[in-house]
């Protein structure tokens, strides 16, 4: 499933394509898309295929297509604190967009039927954390993954926020898929050939909506059990941050505050700074004038043809210079306007470390991130 839009050289360039095309239409989605390149969850010897809108498997691990991925996250429509439950987590590619979005406060679990799957997911996480440049950019909701059949989740399990379902989806299989909302929650599956957005707006009320065509693979039915009692599979615990963590997430919150607001106060300053324009002399050829006590002439000398062609090279080098000085001056209202690009170095890392604590402290807050 895929190829709605063309491919590109690279993962901006993807992107580029998708707004175009309009899968991608709000802010919070497209950079989160941005943030991680989708060729770092491919192998290294299919990375050439990654900007093709396409959908790539091997073995047990497999991505949707960027299209599909786009209309899935522009339906989930995430927020800060929420918490998400991704049924056939797969890579962790859409995992790890998601918890751009909602950030630390929120919940970003997912089960996954396949073990190596799951271990190859946590190898792209842990990359992603550690040398990922977009990484300090956010703050992040770590997934946490489970084995299992989606289907054999425990009944007693806590309900989400947001649900998605990265397989086929029976219709008899339905309702088990809406009861793990919690009212006001949103459910994208595909179901029935159509990626479905069903929103819980009351305890036994629905809404379903219908967003486009799509073929996947069916959810693996579970395997019968020597005692003909299915294996109940518990979600991912939900654990309380530490005070420590909480107390990263605070800094690191604090200090990307403080970096924002010098930015603005340095983008005000080059926006508002006075500008200085140089003062154009005209020079012109004047007749000569002559009073007498009676009359008024005007004296005006005859020019010769060689005078003529003097005056006619005066004049040119005199337009010529109001055109460089012209440009001059176009070019430094543009580099007093125009807002500096940002410095390659990652401000937020510098900061931290030239704060007053230990090395082992510094790193902590850091993530241990090398880079």
Known sequence: MGGAVSAGEDNDELIDNLKEAHYIRSDLVEQAFRAIDRADYYLEEFRDNAYKDLAWRHGNIHLSAPCIYSEVMEALDLQPGLSFLNLGSGTGYL????????????????????????????????????????????????????????????????????????????????????????VGGILVLPLEEKLTKITRTGYNIWETKKIIA?????????????????????LPTLEVRTLQDLSRITIRHTLKQIENFEKVKNYNLIKNAPK????????????????????????????????????????????QEDEEEEEEEEEEEREHCDLKPEPLINLLREKILSLPLPE??????????EK
């Open 95 to 182: 995992s790890t967009m998601v918890g751009l979005i909602i950030g630390p406060f929120g919940v970003n679990h997912g089960v996954e039927l396949h073990a190596d799957v799951i271990e190859y997911a946590y190898q792209k996480l842990d990359t992603f954390i550690k040398t990922c440049d977009s990484f300090d950019k956010f703050e992040f909701c770590e997934p946490s993954f489970v084995v299992g059949n989606c289907l054999e989740i425990t009944p007693e399990s806590r309900q989400y926020d947001r649900v998605y379902c990265g397989a086929g989806v029976q219709k008899e299989h339905e309702n088990y898929m809406k009861n793990m909302l919690k």
């Open 214 to 234: 799509v073929s996947f693979a069916p959810l693996a039915q579970p395997k019968n059990r020597d005692t003909g009692k299915s294996k109940a599979i518990p």
């Open 276 to 319: 200085f324009k140089r003062r154009r002399v005209h020079r012109r050829c004047l007749d000569s004038v002559m009073l007498t006590n009676k009359h008024l002439f005007v004296n005006r000398m005859v020019p010769h043809p060689m005078d003529d062609n003097n005056n006619c090279n005066e004049m040119a080098e005199y337009r």
């Open 360 to 369: 082992p402290l510094k790193m902590y807050l850091l993530y241990y991130r």
